[in-house]
T-cell receptor, first 111, second 112 residues
């Protein structure tokens, strides 16, 4: 059965710390891996990764994919209280064109 | 550019009733996907519509159905509601496929 597993489930750090969120997957016919940030209600798109080893960056956030070991990490450097959110990882598959989400990592940044 | 809008934002129904939720995508977006989010199961894919056709479907029973209109607006219907259908229902739109989806604020459905 296809699955996406995120770790840790929750994380509390102080402002200024660097965090690494993990996403591992077992999905047949992998197409892409997506990261989202969910604050109040709606997830907002962060990154889409399709190729191994190519880092995507957006400000203090970066992400990379390892298709051999079947995982991705999302790094946030110099964290701020505004980074507090649930971070969702999702994998799209070519077969059936389906998308599977992980349960998310709840990140809380202390001032 | 206006974002994805969903109506209603909150809904309370009783078991056995049916409900219709509405989603208006970002102008120019032709793909609309629906998701169910619950604390226990997380975010789960329901179905995707593109150009008025259901393009693919998740693992939900037939009580969950949807449609898309020529203006790309989409509706989702749940018949014979069960307590377990209580959830946040999110819709997301994108230009052609699910790359860079933009989510709406969601409809919080409570079934009593």
């Amino acid at each position: 059965e296809d699955k996406v597993v995120q770790s840790p489930l929750s994380l509390v750090v102080h402002e200024g710390d660097t965090v690494t969120l993990n996403c591992s997957y077992e999905v047949t016919n992998f197409r892409s891996l997506l990261w989202y940030k969910q604050e109040k209600k709606a997830p907002t798109f962060l990154f889409m990764l399709t190729s191994s080893g190519i880092e995507k960056k957006s400000g203090r956030l970066s992400s990379i994919l390892d298709k051999k070991e079947l995982f991705s990490i999302l790094n946030i450097t110099a964290t701020q209280t505004g980074d507090s959110a649930i971070y969702l990882c999702a994998v799209e598959a070519n077969r059936d064109d389906k998308i599977i989400f992980g349960k998310g990592t709840r990140l809380h940044i202390l001032p | 550019k206006a974002g994805v809008t969903q109506t209603p934002r909150y809904l309370i129904k009783t078991r056995g009733q049916q409900v219709t939720l509405s989603c208006s995508p970002i102008s120019g977006h032709r793909s609309v996907s629906w998701y169910q989010q619950t604390p226990g199961q997380g975010l789960q894919f329901l179905f995707e519509y593109f150009s008025e056709t259901q393009r693919n479907k998740g693992n939900f029973p037939g009580r969950f159905s949807g449609r898309q209109f020529s203006n790309s607006r989409s509706e989702m219907n749940v018949s014979t509601l069960e307590l377990g259908d209580s959830a946040l229902y999110l819709c997301a739109s994108s230009l052609e496929n699910r790359i860079e989806q933009y989510f709406g604020p969601g409809t919080r459905l409570t079934v009593t």
